[in-house]
């Protein structure tokens, strides 16, 4: 007996030394580990890298742009469901637990024990709260000093922060594959929801994806996916967090994902989307644009960049079909599966309906072709096929470039295609805009390239901005970055610094040719009107813009001094600095039609000084407005109380007044003039009042026109990226024009016909239309409305000099001096 109590005591000695020795052992273990723990207090400042999302005018989505696809979501905005979900997949015991589920534990080392020897990884056993602790304090490391210090993080985790903020941490920061980060991001990148919209079995197949989602891929890993998902669900309803009917419903849910694109959401909007981005990154640098999570609201109207977008390709389109067929992409050989090969070809993704084709087989009277096929979200070529028809209707155009049969409209469809070329193709249409059930019309890129731009000419809010045919194609944006000869579309601007300075509308500059010495042995320069040969002589200054006279233009810039057209230049914008040469006044220098529209802007506008913007207000992530455009004090916009019959707001608008409004009002009738009876008449088509000047360049390597309404400005450029004659005849008239008049047929269609307004002070005075003298009684056709300031008039009758002989030239004596210039009451 005395034997068996002393070996007890041994036994008990023994073990209170083991347990003191594993106390020890334990204390010294979390010591070691705890001196080198991160500082977890971090968390509660933790911003997370989050896009920043660019939304149009309207609040449609534009563009995101970040580095890791991330939406920032309160926990308060989580629906129950979610959570409740990645509850039920990764940590059940979430709210009861202090940080380690001990349960949890011990059914991972069950498993452990069973599985050791087989290769597998160990199955985890980490709670919400431990993976908090790893993804942002530790590695991903696996190791039992990795699991010690995530367990001990956990625990101090929670006694800092509250369960609601764990898990809103955890759910923002877990990587859900396809580049999507947190809860919010992963609902738009595989379902196009938001997170309120998740059906039980979408927001299950999101909770499945925390521990391997490329694992869980929904198009390689089908299978895999859809079982890890329904054990989510029958998880959901083990815990008593759905009912029995909904998960039934749930598990036979196919698993259906849209692939959300990470580029422009808005069709046509490329070029915008881009210069934002660019802007964006100008003002506040890369980290703020892909980390920073701005929430970004632009001028773009998508109903007005759609109609931009389409009248500016149809204009590209139109040119290019005139110029006749350059042939096909490429050639594939169309043997065995056509639509593999077709699929390696890189195809322009916005320049719908258009679709890469390759025929099939050829006669006479049409083709056969075959369709790209898509691709499915994991990157195979979809089986799909889809074939069509092309007819000799849906390619008459297509006269070819060279050979023996270069020029003439083709007689058969096997003249112009083959098989194995790889074309563009896009449904036949007829006239009445029905579309021909299986046929197609042939297409092909056009060469030629452009640039559009509508402004709102009291903000300087850009509406619409096209800067080429595909952004895909070419991400140059010709609206912003291509500097080209404006021609005579910058005469306005002439014309408006004399009428600013003591010229009026009437008065007559002669036409007539003009002789230049430009001095230091460079010889004489002797401009001459586009209509080679053909002058008018004594024109008034409203004629002369309306025929677009060279000659007139540069005894006008002579008159009044190119230093004072340089300084109005640069008060419009136009150019930072204009050289003295009188070829500059007929738009010799390089401009943008961003910087054109703007300059036409302050003429729609009354003179005020307008800045472009592509953005109205930028938010940060908390929502506060870091910048907004619109700079007008709104007195009495506030209204503490609501309504008690406080007078109306009042905008104060303390905007440079750059143009007196008065000569704004003359020089916008004078451009009136342009579209009713000048090079511009195309645009009468309109039907509603249009102001606006063409513009040509020397050998017609670029066209334009900019034009407005008293609230639309737009500007169209056609020209090729490497400059070369577009053809005889190629003008801002018959070119640029056009496309501008079904821009603003489109734009205006709902709008009523609003004349331009007459600000105070000018008078209308009836004169002749040819002289610009005072008409008589009794004069009606020749005669039209003219505009004056006060201490002007039109003139009674001219005492004039130095006029023109019978064949168009002026003496000597007069040319090329201010004496080609007529006032009332005489010569100067």
Known sequence: MRLLVRFMGFLFAAGTVVFLVGVAGVAGAIWHFSKDLPDYSQLQDYEPPVMTRVHASD??????????????????????????????????????????????????AILYAQNYGSG??????????????????????????????????????????????????????????????????????????????????????????????????????????????????????????????????????????TNRSNGSHTFAGEYFAEEVRRDIFERYGEKKLYEGGLSVRTTLDPKIQVMARKTMAAGLVNYDEGQGWRGPITKLDVSGDWGVKLAEVKSLSDISPWRLAVVLETSDQSARIGFQPGRELGGAVSKQRQTGLITLDGMRWARPTSGAARGRTPTAVSQVLSPGDVIYADPLVTKEGTAVEGQYRLRQLPEISGAMV????????????????????????????????????????????????????????????????????????????YSTGKYYGPTTLRNALARSLNTVTVRLAQDIGMPLIGEYAKRFGVYDELPNYLSYALGAGETTVMRMVTAYSMFANGGRRVKPTLIDRIQDRYGHTIYRHDQRECRGCDAPGGWKNQAEPQLIDRREQVLDPMTAYQITSMMEGVVQYGTATAVKEVGKPIAGKTGTTNDEKDVWFIGFSPDLVVGVYLGYDKPRNLGRKATGGALAAPVARDFLKLALAEKPATPFKIPAGIKLVRVDSKSGMRAGPGEGGRTILEAFKPGTAPPDSYSAIGVADAEGRLPPAVAPDAGAIMRPGGLY
Not at 69 to 80: C, D, E, M, S
Not at 142 to 170: C, G, N, W
């Open 59 to 108: 609040g449609s989505l534009l563009g995101e742009y970040s580095k890791e696809r991330r939406l920032y979501l309160p926990i308060q905005a989580v629906p129950k469901l979610v959570i409740n979900a990645f509850l039920a997949a990764e940590d059940k015991n979430f709210y009861e637990h202090g940080g380690i589920d001990f349960s949890g534990m011990a059914r991972a």
């Open 454 to 529: 509508a402004m709102d000419p009291w903000t300087g809010r850009v509406l619409a901005m096209v800067g080429g045919f595909s952004f895909d194609q070419s991400q140059f944006n010709r609206a912003t970055q291509a500097y080209r000869q404006p021609g005579s579309s910058f005469k306005p601007i002439v014309y408006s610094t004399a009428l600013d300075n003591g010229y009026t509308p009437s008065t007559v500059v002669v036409d007539a040719p003009i002789e230049i010495d430009q001095g230091q042995g460079a010889g004489v320069w002797r401009p001459e009107n």
């Open 120 to 257: 597998r990884r160990p199955q985890g056993a980490s709670t919400i709260t431990q993976q908090v602790a790893k993804n942002f304090l530790l590695t991903n490391e696996v190791s039992f000093a990795r699991k010690i210090k995530e367990a001990l993080l956990a625990m101090r985790i929670e006694r800092a922060y509250s369960k609601d903020r764990i898990l809103e941490l955890y759910l923002n920061e877990i990587y859900l594959g396809l580049g999507a980060y947190g809860v919010a991001a992963a609902s738009l990148v595989y379902f196009d929801k938001s997170v309120n919209e998740l059906t039980v079995a979408e927001a299950a197949y999101l909770a499945s994806l925390p521990k391997a989602p490329a694992a869980l891929h929904p198009v390689r890993n089908r299978d895999r996916a859809i079982e890890r998902r329904n054990y989510v669900i029958d998880r959901l309803l083990e815990n008593g967090w759905i009912k029995q009917a909904d998960a039934d419903k749930a598990r036979k849910d196919p698993l259906i994902v």
